[in-house]
Every structure is written in structure tokens, then in C-alpha cells.
């Protein structure tokens, strides 16, 4: 009995892990010499991604169990026997589905190209495909091939289109990758599912669909190096100017996709990239899912990937009736609106060249430098700094002039008022070819804004400190990342803040962390302004990628800033111990 239980026990550990491993596995490296044609993916910047297959049928509920998180996952998470998961197809019939709207939603909403799930993990093909009886037009009683029409009328919008494929996981399939509930993976022949498979179905896809702009490939396995290098000259063979996902694996792919839900900490040079997001948390239809970024949050998120130079390609997940979801339409519409306006500030865009600011965030053209603001200060004046001298500044919006004035450090722009709450463009014609995005200037502080952050980016570690992304989940699989000073433990381990500090006055300093509470307690100092701050940590949570990690918020000073000029603050553990905490962010919020 001992042992039958210690057997169930570590299979189940193996199970987690297994599941752990497959889903944190984002291949980030690409070629050194991609496809060369892939300007207009880099110009392009918004992307529709859509995750639609049998899950959009079950939307995470399956025979009554609710299972909240990704819904694509449902099957593997729920060990669903592929025979029983393969049924949901009888039902499956999205008679809603209509080619041309969907090309319009991504169109009124700005975006320049849409992927979608040709075939997920399940292993179901959502179009017509000889190689597997396991698709749309055999297996549902639609018999129709959405990606045709689909294909089509994205073109005509004068869209790229792409599909996504999951060419290593395949849980239908005895000698596909993951579905080991079903299948004895000591059995397992991958080159059989890629020669039988996986490789057929990906030449249909380039065969028979048109010009495609790319393949989205995700969680390579059980291809070498050279075998993937022989699955990218097939692709070429038929289509040369399809773009190929990082994850393909083996680093040979064109562009490079982040973690899900990931924007890399600083702009990471010259290379084709994007960042993904889903609209909510789930990338298939999930009945439970309502948390549903709002336009502004996109307006924002779209800003924040752009300003570091890549794109984002943001997901949504259509029910089983083939229909968007009702806010995905709605907000997605209307951030299509502010692109109407303010696009020439996103489209073609190269990373900004000042670093983030109170107020907001820039993108540049060769003699343009955008200013997105966010957060107009009290004053109007929006503070550039080491930018000393331009041509002109506008709102993009109405081209109405602003004055401009010599500043401490830089240029300062008058904004008389926000014109946009997502976000308020200025366009400067520059007068000389700016300097290079400089990640370690100092943070500019001021009482002019509601609060001042400086994000554990802008931290100068020493010792053993670093600065580290730190992937959490609150439901299964919906990756949360968070740039995080840590390994303080002990006082050698610390960091320096550099601020300029431009209003005088009153500063309420407040630290941002996680801490588990076994380790809260242990004592840092913070010196600030000529003066020594201790404090004691408070607990949080535990760090386990597969959990939420809880921050809280923890004032441990107030200091006077009696002339403007450049502070640095220093933190660190006081004493020898373990992991003071993850620093996310230290704030300094004027007290008005
Ligand atoms: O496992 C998939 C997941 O379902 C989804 O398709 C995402 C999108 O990037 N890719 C995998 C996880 O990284």
C-alpha cells in the first residue's frame, strides 16, 4: 500500500513537471540570417492572433469540471482520453463563422496581420486536410474549411496571414508529442508523427492557402538541428518569403517571440521580434474568462512593445459558434480608433531613444521622435531629457504647435492639456540625429506627477544582486513576468538608484516586493538624501512559477529634497541572511 502510494505520488510529481517543462518552453533565438524579407512584419506592429479549435467547443468545462485557466489545455490537464476529446467535434459547428468580419475586426482595429491555430496541441486540422481524417470538414458537421475563406479575406483587407502550428505536441496522435495518459512515450516514434503528420500538414498549409506572411511554429521536440533546418528549406522550397517563429527551435527561426505574455526588460536591438498577449487571460474561449484588457491597457501595452522596437501580436479566442467575443470586438474597435489618429507613431516605428519618463514612453523615425504620454505633470511641461535641440513640436492629433523651452538637462515641451486618455501623441521634428538609448541614465523624479517609479530596470546591483524576470501564473498556464532586483542576501548585495530629483520638496518612499513568509523579518537599510532608513520585510507568498506571487506595498520613508539635483539611493540587506525579497519597484510620491 506504502509503495503503490509513493508510485502515484511520484508519477504525479513527473506529470507537474512534464507539464511545467512543456509549458515554460518559449525558444527565443533565432537565425543569423533570417529571411530577408521581413521588413513588413517589422513595420507592421499590431497583429491579430486567434486561437480557435475543439476547445472553443468545451471552453474549459468538461463533463460538468470547470477547469479555469488556458481552455486549450483542457484536454491535457484533465488527462482526457483522445477518443473522448476527439467526440466534441460531432457538436462542433460554428455556423456563426463569417470570414469577412473577422478580416474587418482586425482591420478597423489597425492590426497588419492575423495568425491563426491551423492545428493546436489537441491535434485537430481546422481546415481541409488529406493527411488526417481529424479536421473540420471530415470530423464536424460544418464540412467546411473556415481557413480558405479566411485566408482569402484577409488579403483582401490587405492583411499578411499566417497560421499557427503546433508541429512537436500533438495529444490526438500515439506518436505525437505529450499525451502520455494515453500513449506509452517509451513507444513513441516522433520522426514517424513529423513524417506522417506534422511536416504533410504544414506543406498543405503552404500549398494550398495562398501567399502566406508566416508560420507561427510553437513548443518544438524531437527534431535535431538539421532536421529543423530541413523543415525551414521545405518551407522555403514552396513559399521563400514566409517568415518562420523563433520557436521552431534549434535558434533557425526569422523573428523572435517572447514568453507568452513577456515584453523583454530593454529594447533588443535591430532583429524582427514580437511580443504576445491574449486579450483576456485563456488564448482559446473560455466561459469564465472576462478579464479583458481594456482599450486604454492595449493603447498602452501596444505602446510599451513598440517603444522597444517590436511588435505585439494580441490573441483572441472565438467561441464554437464562430464569434468574437463581445468586448474583444468592442475594445479592440476602439483602439483602432486611436490608431487612425496616432498610427504614423506606432506603423514603422524604430524603439524610442529616451528612456521611460514619468509621463510616458517615445518611438522614433529617422528625423521624428514621438512622446506618448500617459501622465501629463501638473505643470504641462513634458521634460526630455539630453535631447537639447529640435525643429518644431505637435500634437499628432491636431498638429496644433507647442513651445518649447530650454530645460535643466534637456528640452521641455508645453502640453496644455491630454487630449487622449490611452494615450497623447507629440511628434518633434528633430534637428540632428539623436544619441543612443541610454538604459542607465538617471530616473527623473518629480512632484509633478502623482507618484515616480524606479523599476527594478533602473537598478545598479552590486555583489550578488541581479535583476531577473520572474514568470508566475494566477490561473494554469495565463504567464505573468515581473522585472525584479534580487539575490539581496547579504549587505555586500545591493543596489544603487540613480534619481534626478527636478521639483524640491517632500518624498514618501515606498518598496514594492515579494517576500515568502518564511523568510519575512529580516532587516534591509535604504540610504537616502544623507540619511539611513531601516525597515523589517513583511510577508507575501511563496515563489512558485505555477502560483500568483503576491507584492505589497511598504512605506519606510518620508525625506525632505531640499534642492533639485542628482540622488542616489542605496539599499541593501543589513545583515548576512537569505533572500531579502524581489524588489519590483521603489516609489517616491511627492507629498503635495
Ligand atoms: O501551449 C501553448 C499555448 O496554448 C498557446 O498556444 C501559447 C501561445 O503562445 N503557446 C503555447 C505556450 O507557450
Known amino acids: 500500500m506504502k509503495q503503490l502510494l509513493i508510485i502515484l505520488l511520484l508519477t504525479q510529481f513527473i506529470f507537474i513537471k512534464t507539464n511545467a517543462q512543456e509549458t515554460e518552453r518559449w525558444d527565443k533565438e533565432v537565425s543569423a540570417t533570417p529571411n530577408p524579407s521581413q521588413q513588413w512584419f517589422k513595420d507592421a506592429k499590431f497583429g491579430m492572433f486567434i486561437h480557435w479549435g475543439l476547445f472553443a467547443q468545451a471552453g474549459g468545462v468538461w463533463q460538468g469540471k470547470d477547469y479555469y485557466g488556458i481552455s486549450e489545455w483542457m484536454m491535457n490537464r484533465g488527462k482526457i482520453p483522445a477518443v473522448n476529446y476527439a467526440e466534441l467535434a460531432k457538436k462542433f459547428n460554428p455556423t456563426k463563422f463569417n470570414a469577412k468580419e473577422w478580416a474587418q475586426l482586425a482591420k478597423d482595429a489597425g492590426m497588419k496581420y492575423m495568425v491563426i491555430t491551423a492545428k493546436h496541441h489537441e491535434g485537430f486540422a481546422m481546415f481541409d486536410s488529406k493527411v488526417s481524417d481529424f479536421n473540420i ?281 491630454l487630449i487622449d486618455p490611452y494615450n497623447t501623441v507629440i511628434a518633434v521634428d528633430l534637428k540632428s540625429k539623436p544619441i543612443s538609448l541610454n538604459v542607465d541614465a538617471p530616473v527623473t523624479v518629480s512632484n509633478q506627477y502623482t507618484n515616480n517609479a524606479l523599476d527594478a530596470i533602473n537598478a545598479h546591483p552590486s555583489g550578488k544582486a541581479q535583476i531577473k524576470s520572474i514568470t508566475y501564473s494566477h490561473y494554469f498556464g495565463d504567464w505573468k513576468h515581473t522585472l525584479c532586483l534580487v539575490e539581496m542576501a547579504t549587505p555586500e548585495d545591493g543596489a544603487i538608484f540613480l534619481a534626478n530629483i527636478t521639483t524640491p520638496g517632500d518624498y514618501k518612499v515606498t518598496l514594492e516586493y515579494a517576500c515568502p513568509p518564511a523568510l519575512a523579518g529580516q532587516e534591509g537599510v535604504m540610504n537616502l538624501n544623507g540619511k539611513n532608513y531601516q525597515f523589517a520585510t513583511l510577508a507575501t507568498s511563496d515563489y512558485e512559477s505555477h502560483k500568483p506571487l503576491l507584492f505589497i506595498k511598504q512605506t519606510i520613508a518620508i525625506t525632505t529634497i531640499l534642492k533639485a539635483g542628482l540622488y542616489r539611493l542605496n539599499i541593501h540587506p543589513l545583515h548576512n541572511g537569505n533572500e531579502l525579497f524581489k524588489l519590483k519597484t521603489i516609489w517616491l510620491e511627492p507629498v503635495n
Open 137 to 417: 470538414v471530415k470530423a464536424t458537421p460544418y464540412h467546411q474549411d473556415p481557413m480558405k475563406s479566411l485566408a482569402q479575406a484577409v488579403r483582401d483587407a490587405g492583411l499578411h496571414f499566417g497560421f499557427y502550428y503546433s508541429q512537436y505536441l500533438d495529444w490526438h496522435e500515439p506518436n505525437g508529442g505529450g499525451n502520455r495518459w494515453d500513449f506509452n512515450e517509451a513507444k513513441k516514434d516522433y520522426q514517424a508523427y513529423y513524417r506522417t503528420k506534422s511536416i504533410p500538414q504544414i506543406k498543405e498549409l503552404l500549398n494550398n492557402y495562398g501567399s502566406l506572411g508566416l508560420i507561427w511554429f510553437d513548443m518544438p521536440g524531437g527534431l535535431s538541428k538539421e532536421e529543423t533546418q530541413k523543415l525551414i528549406d521545405d518551407v522555403r522550397k514552396i513559399q521563400p518569403g514566409c517568415l518562420i517563429s523563433s520557436r521552431v527551435g534549434n535558434g533557425l527561426g526569422d523573428f523572435k517571440d517572447y514568453g507568452d505574455g513577456e515584453i523583454p526588460a530593454t529594447a533588443p536591438g535591430d532583429g524582427a521580434w514580437e511580443a504576445l498577449f491574449t486579450h483576456n487571460d485563456s488564448w482559446g474561449y473560455s466561459k469564465f474568462d472576462y478579464n479583458f484588457k481594456t482599450p486604454k491597457e492595449i493603447v498602452r501595452l501596444l505602446t510599451t512593445v513598440s517603444s522597444k522596437g517590436g511588435n505585439l501580436i494580441l490573441n483572441v479566442g472565438p467561441d464554437s459558434t464562430g464569434q468574437m467575443p463581445e468586448y474583444s470586438v468592442k475594445y479592440l474597435r476602439l483602439v483602432g480608433k486611436w490608431l487612425k489618429v496616432n498610427g504614423e507613431a506606432i506603423y514603422g516605428t524604430t524603439a524610442g531613444f529616451i528612456n521611460p519618463q514619468p509621463w510616458g514612453l517615445t518611438t522614433s523615425k529617422p528625423d521624428k521622435l514621438y512622446l506618448h504620454v500617459f501622465e501629463r505633470p501638473k505643470d504641462g511641461l513634458i521634460f526630455i531629457p539630453g535631447l537639447y535641440q529640435i525643429k518644431k513640436a505637435y500634437l499628432l492629433a491636431n498638429k496644433q504647435p507647442l513651445a518649447f523651452v530650454k530645460a535643466n538637462g534637456g528640452i521641455s515641451i508645453k502640453l496644455p492639456y
